[in-house]
Each structure stands twice: as structure tokens, then as C-alpha cells.
């Protein structure tokens, strides 16, 4: 058989994925060939209940993509995001670009003023994608997006379907020259799951079905979908973060239905995806280091090849020591044929109580 693809992009293969250095994440996203990474030429929806960190978790994937690409962000921001969150989420992830944040006004008298719509904020992000050199996009959320008709018009006003004819209008006017520029590009946006009242339920102890705004078209018109949880018994109040399991319930670039992969990332109130303690997560999950309870609790020991390591909580505490998380990212690279790494043994001191 003969397969011909008509006006392929130049060197495709080397610009197609992008790795974050989220282990389980980056190989969460593996197609047939064993290619790791977020696809790139993508807009990915990550969607989860009310408060688990959506948009604290889009913040650190997008800079660490923008980070890798050298590209600069946009964010459309219709939930008005507090600023020190998402500076220290980009500045975790090593991003030292400009960001560029369109927001929508909400004061009427200023809306006039420089008459601006909520659609025109959202096309905001289809002309960065048309630039030479375009922006990493951020949409935060579409559940929020709320057309001006919708804004101006009267609570009795008839306008059934236009929230989602717009959205639709959005997402094929995006992915053209996503597809198209020369330099490869990705636009992340957030979306919310609510019950769907009245679902079927197979028994009581089934979960309750859920659905995310935009329904069932929003998911076809995405290429990548991660759906996002907190997991049970992994959260650490006091020391202010929670790990996230990931499911990739869609990916166009994938195995297909048989590739629903999980992946996890510690997150830290108020600074985003951390690296480091992920890799921790990702060592446990994937039985290359041992946890002294079933579950990663604060009061938990770790132990790989040996090597006994501080209480999670404590590892927790140090999170920017770079030098005491070493060995389990480079353990994690070793599992993927990466042979010249070495596991350097852990000499400080250890909490024995």
C-alpha cells in the first residue's frame, strides 16, 4: 500500500511532540510508534470538577511548552485568574517569556469605552495562531465564555444554541493555521464537569455521570482531552498540595480507544506543577521506588535501589532541592533505554523517627 500526504510539513518528525519532563504525562501521550510528548498542532481541553487545579495545572504545561519552543503566551482569561499564581506557575516551569492576557472587562461603563465584546477577546487567540511566530494560547474556560448577546440581551431573550455556535465557529477558525503555520503551535483550554441530572446510574455505588460545557461536540472538535481528578488519600493539606491523576480520554495523534492512559503531577497550591516531587509520584506508581505505606502519605518514607530518602513531607518542604530529587528522574529516564545514567547515591542526613 501507497501513502501519499500531500504538502507535509518540513521536518515533521522533529517538531511534531513536545516533551515536558512529566514522565508519565509526556508518555501518557505515546503513539504506535513509541513517540513520547504532547503533540504539537493541537488544541487539548483538560476538564475536571470544581476546584482541583485545572488552571494552575494548564499554566505549568504551558510554560513548560512555551519554555521548550522559546515561544511567548496568551491567555484569554474570562475567570479573572489571580496574577501571583500564574507568575509563579510559569516562572516554576522556567518560562522567561512575555505574556500576553486578554481579559474580559466587566464594568459596563469601561466595555463601552473600548467596546469590547467576549467574542472578540476569543478571537484573540485565532489571530496569534495566523502570527510568524505564534503564541502559546491559553483559554481559561470555555464553561465561562458568555456571549455579548447573552450579557446585553434580556433574561427572556431566545438565545438557545448561540454559546455553542460560537465556540464551534471558534475551533475551526483555530485549527487552520494551527495546521497550517510553518512553526508548530498549541492552544490549551479548560473546561468543567457537573453532574448530568437524572444520568443512568448502574447501581448505587456507580459514579455519578458527568459532562463537561459544550457537551459532546466540544470533545469531537478537540484533537487531545485530559480529564483531571484529585486522587484518593494523596493530598497533603499541610504542606499545601495534591497529587492530580490524568486520563487522556482523547488523543487524535494516539493509539485510539485502546490508549486511555494515566498519568499524575503533584501540584502546589499557588506555584503550580512541580517537577521534582512528580517524579517522586511517577518513581512509586511505576514500582521503581517503594513507599513505606500504601499510600504516598506526608508521613511516608521512600526508598529506591537502596537508598533510604527523607519523609514525603519533608521531601515536600524541599522541592526546589534539585540535587536531592536527582536520582529518581534520572531512574525514570533509565526506564526508557536512556543507558548512560547513573543513580548517585543520596548522602544527607536522614530523619530515622
Not at 510568524?132 to 455579548?148: G, H, K, L, R, Y
Not at 487531545?224 to 486522587?231: E, F, N, T, W
Request: aromatic fraction near 10%; include cysteine; glycine fraction near 8%.
Amino acid at each position: 500500500m501507497n501513502i501519499t500526504k500531500r504538502n507535509p510539513p518540513e521536518d515533521s518528525a522533529n517538531e511534531e511532540r513536545v516533551l515536558t519532563g512529566l514522565h508519565s504525562l509526556d508518555w501518557s501521550f505515546s503513539d504506535v510508534a513509541g513517540h513520547a510528548g504532547i503533540p504539537l498542532r493541537s488544541i487539548v481541553e483538560v476538564t475536571g470538577s470544581q476546584g482541583i487545579g485545572k488552571s494552575t495545572f494548564v499554566f505549568s504545561l504551558a510554560g513548560l511548552v512555551a519554555d521548550k519552543l522559546r515561544r511567548n503566551i496568551t491567555l484569554i482569561d474570562f475567570e479573572r485568574q489571580n496574577q501571583d499564581t500564574l507568575k509563579n506557575c510559569l516562572e516554576l516551569s522556567g518560562f522567561d517569556g512575555e505574556v500576553d492576557w486578554a481579559s474580559y472587562i466587566t464594568d459596563e461603563q469601561a466595555k463601552k469605552k473600548d467596546d469590547v465584546r467576549s467574542e472578540s477577546i476569543l478571537d484573540i487567540s485565532t489571530k496569534k495562531c495566523y502570527e510568524e511566530n505564534p503564541d502559546v494560547v491559553m483559554v481559561d474556560s470555555i464553561a465561562a465564555f458568555t456571549p455579548t448577546a447573552m450579557h446585553e440581551g434580556e433574561l427572556g431573550d431566545a438565545n438557545m444554541g448561540i454559546r455553542a455556535k460560537i465556540i464551534k465557529a471558534w475551533f475551526l477558525r483555530t485549527l487552520k493555521p494551527l495546521l497550517a503555520n510553518a512553526k508548530p503551535n498549541i492552544v490549551f483550554y479548560t473546561n468543567h464537569l457537573y453532574p448530568v441530572v437524572g444520568g443512568f446510574r448502574p447501581s448505587m455505588n456507580s459514579p455519578v455521570p458527568m459532562d463537561s460545557a459544550g457537551g459532546t461536540a466540544v470533545g469531537y472538535l478537540s484533537t487531545q482531552s485530559i480529564d483531571l481528578k484529585k486522587l484518593f488519600k494523596y493530598e497533603y493539606p499541610e504542606q499545601g498540595g495534591w497529587v492530580l491523576e490524568g486520563k487522556i480520554a482523547k488523543n487524535r495523534d494516539g493509539f485510539g480507544n485502546e490508549s486511555k492512559k494515566k498519568f499524575y503531577v503533584y501540584l502546589q497550591a499557588g506555584e503550580g506543577v512541580n517537577r521534582n516531587v512528580t517524579s517522586v509520584i511517577d518513581c512509586v506508581m511505576y514500582g521503581i521506588a517503594k513507599s513505606s505505606s500504601a499510600a504516598v502519605t506526608d508521613s511516608s518514607t521512600i526508598t529506591m535501589s537502596g537508598q533510604k530518602f527523607p519523609k514525603f513531607r519533608d521531601m515536600i518542604s524541599r522541592r526546589h532541592d534539585d540535587e536531592l530529587f536527582l536520582p529518581f528522574h534520572n531512574a525514570l529516564k533509565a526506564m526508557k533505554g536512556y543507558t548512560e545514567v547513573e543513580v548517585p547515591e543520596y548522602q544527607a542526613p536522614l530523619d530515622e523517627d
